[in-house]
């Protein structure tokens, strides 16, 4: 049916202008808000798996979190390239462990205002890791400040405390979206501190059990839940070496472990060759990248029934 | 009146000399004032534009104007240097945004600005060519360095050494020219903008070498603890960042106490920036927090208080001047008695005789105004450029 503008009645040409510019003006509208509403979607930077999940927890359908780090990396010692650094550059938020991780801040361009250090508000509480070898220049130069222990967020207190500093991040950018991000926080943090008592529970039955980590990175996990410790350089796609058996031999006379804590599974001859000497293997997976299978928190969740094994009567 | 002109402009060309003197006194007597007054206003009106636009600067007691003109206009002047502890300080107390600046350096003769990426943000500056800062080692040129220097993106632009003879100083650095920014028409234009960070390791504060770890010559190792290995000065310092190399550059000791010469403080509001002057008005406080505007507007009163008195010689000299027109036109007149004469036996009438001499004075007239008009449009034209030159830098 053809509409035949001046056949029609002055009543109904006057309704028909008033429908053609409320849709108009509904379209208008709709458009706008549709585009202030993608426009509001916070684009957050990390660099580190943990802090893309706590983000994504808080942040919700309000942000859009970037993990740019590959999966078979470790984010700690990795270099973006430089459009990697370029979008970096361009997100509204960059979230930073601090206490020295991801060296690769220190050598890239990024804009302060935009950047928060979600440890900062704990810096007293940095571990000098005593595993790490340092230098100087001259009889009086002062070392190269490399030394910090990093992996703060497997000390669930203060991960919550990383988590916290998120929360008030991206409600100073949405200030609108405080609440939400509060509420979010709340719920989050209650997960983290039931790992947190979790582990304190399965752990006081025996604090002074020695045990022997893989790698120089358990120290805020061994000191929030007073384990007792002691460090290696192990990896676990390798094989230890006759030394560095040896090394292990000459540590248990004075530390007798019975298991030994990996960041990733180990190899089935070194389960063979560890169990020979009557140390067992059991995985505590920092996560500091993309996990293969569930998230961060199921993977906590994991490495405390796996550290269970530990702490089961002799 | 064609004929007296034309009678006029033949004398005129037949005494060169004596034309060409009086032309450059009244060209010079217009003139300078003139043009005195578009610097001024030019000047003012940039260095204030600058000033205006930015709210505070922080940096070391001492000379404001020397802080000031360092921050804002990169003058070789260094002032009292502060620490990246203060820009830290103005963060935390969440009453404004600090921008660290670090104006110590040269490249080539033009000054080198390590700051961070908010200074951009601040200053509304664009790339046109190339990228944005990313690494260490970077650069981005002013539109006007770039010029001069014939650089663009892919070439590289190596630090001048602070002093000439500083055989045992620091290795100039290398570094890599990776965009150039759009005109602005401010100091920005030529200066060479870094990172803070790879301003610190021209002063040699960070740096690269082999892993003193893995040393095998003894001759570098000073001495070896078991948790650190001292180096001697003969390990071998990297003088460009490369990606291959980029991984060994490291910082040592704080780097809260790594060197700044100023902090520009963005306030939150007008409230939040009285609090933050207010905290540093204290005796005991060792910085110092100014308005730039204020600081530039001390400066333009002196330079105006200065330009009275110019103006005042410049009156008395023009005077003069005129003086000696006049004179040189009465002893002209005494000279040219005999020819005067002679046109008068001619039949010409004593109003004709003036109507001569009037063209005389009006051609020189029009032809200074002309000169003149002409010199006040170069100047008007390169105002920016002369302005830059004279007085900011």
Known sequence: ?314 | MTDSLYIAWKYIRFNRVKTVTLVACITLITFLPVALELLLNESEKQLMSRAVSTPLVLGAKGSALDLVMNTLYFDDEVPELITMQASNRVMDSELALPIPLYVRFQARGNPIVGTTLDYFDFRGMRIAQGRQLAVLGDCVLGARVAESLALKPGDSLVSSPETLFDLAGIYPLKMKVVGVLAKSHTSDDLAVFVDLKTAWVIQGLGHGHEDVTKLKDPTLVLKRTERNVAATAKLYQHTEITEKNIDAFHFHGDLSQYPLTAVLAVPQNQKSGTILRGRYLTKEETRQIVRPADVIDGLLQNIFRIKNVLDAVISVVALATILAIILVFALSLRLRQREIQTIFRLGCRRATIARLLSAEIFIIVIMSGVFCGALIWLVNQFSDDLVRMLFIR
């Open chain 1, 1 to 314: 049916m053809q509409v035949n503008w001046f056949s029609l009645h002055d009543n109904n040409r006057r309704f028909f202008f008033i429908f053609c510019v409320v849709v108009t003006v509904a379209h208008m509208v709709s458009v706008s808000w549709a585009g202030s509403n993608s426009a509001g979607k916070l684009t957050v930077y990390v660099v580190n798996y943990p802090l893309q999940y706590f983000a994504e927890r808080m942040g919700g359908g309000h942000v859009n979190v970037v993990f740019p780090a590959p999966t078979d990396v470790d984010p700690a010692y990795w270099m973006p390239d430089m459009p990697t650094i370029a979008a970096y550059q361009q997100a509204d938020l960059i979230l930073l462990n601090g206490a020295g991780y991801a060296r690769w801040v220190n050598k890239a361009t990024l804009p302060r205002f935009r950047m928060v250090n979600t440890s900062a508000g704990f810096k007293d509480q940095y571990i000098e890791s005593a595993e790490i070898f340092t230098h100087s220049h001259g009889s009086e130069g002062k070392h190269a400040h490399e030394a910090l222990a990093f992996t703060t967020w497997i000390d669930f207190n203060l991960a919550a405390g990383q988590a916290k500093a998120i929360a008030e991040a991206l409600g100073r950018k949405r200030p609108e979206l405080k609440d939400t991000f509060q509420k979010n926080y709340q719920k989050l943090e209650q997960d983290l501190l039931k790992l947190d008592r979790n582990l304190k529970t399965l752990i006081s039955k025996d604090p002074s059990r020695p045990l022997v980590v893989s790698h120089p990175v358990y120290d805020y996990f061994a000191r929030r839940y007073g384990l007792n410790i002691k460090s290696l350089h192990w990896e676990p796609d390798q094989i230890p070496t006759n030394e560095q058996m040896m090394e292990l031999n000459r540590i248990l006379k004075e530390h007798p472990a019975k298991w030994m804590i990996w960041e990733g599974k180990p190899m089935k001859e070194t389960v063979e060759r560890l169990l020979s000497i009557g140390v067992n293997s059991l995985v505590f997976n920092p996560c500091g990248n993309t996990p293969d299978q569930g998230d961060f928190l199921s993977v906590m969740r994991q490495n405390v029934e796996n550290l269970k094994l530990a702490f089961k009567k002799d």
